[in-house]
């Protein structure tokens, strides 16, 4: 018998610890939960993928009355990010959740506390363009701390990778 220990390296920052890059993919992924629709989950999350050619470009999730046929604030910013920018890799992804509709959408109290971190299915996804073009840091918001991990896989241990 042998065994092996898989480890994930997680960096935790404050807000004010940030670059200022980070900062703004952040801010990015806040401003897009604005743009969810999730009227029925009332949790609206959003994401921000920053793209080797310097455009962020911005998803939050999609929910629908048939429910599964919604779709999560990352896979719709990364299939929307492929879509308009074939063959450009995604080097960023920073994720935030808005999950007090009863807050002013301006006031910060209105974000969930923890980091925000995205489901199994958006991992297996997004793990595919990180196979493809490299690894993306995943910068998951939370409005008392922030994670940072180097890469998808790092989220995502013994994936599917036979593609
Ligand atoms: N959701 C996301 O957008 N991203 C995640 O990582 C987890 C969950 C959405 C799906 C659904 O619209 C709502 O959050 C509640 O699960």
């Known amino acids: ?13 404050s807000y004010d610890e940030l670059s200022d890059l980070d900062r703004r993919l952040v ?22 993928i920053l793209l080797d050619n310097g455009k962020i470009v911005e998803g939050s999730n999609q929910e629908n009355a048939a429910y599964p046929s919604g779709l999560c ?17 995604f080097r960023k992804l920073a994720i935030a959740a808005w999950i007090d509709p009863g807050i002013d959408k ?11 971190s995205p489901c199994g299915g958006c991992r297996q996804a997004l793990l595919e363009y990180e196979y493809l073009y490299g690894d993306i840091e995943v910068i998951l918001y939370g409005k ?12 995502l241990p013994f994936s599917f ?3």
């Open 27 to 48: 801010e990015c992924a806040k401003e897009a939960t604005r743009r969810a629709y999730a009227p029925f989950s009332k949790y609206q999350v959003g994401a921000a």
């Open 106 to 116: 301006d006031q910060e109290e209105g974000f969930q506390k923890n980091p925000v």
């Open 144 to 155: 008392e701390k922030i994670y940072i991990l180097p890469s998808i896989k790092s989220l």
């Open 161 to 163: 990778t036979n593609f």
């Open 1 to 13: 018998m042998k065994e092996f220990e898989i480890k994930s390296l997680v960096k935790e920052y």
């Open 73 to 89: 604030a990352e896979r719709t910013a990364a299939f929307y990010a492929s879509s308009a920018n074939p063959g450009i890799a």
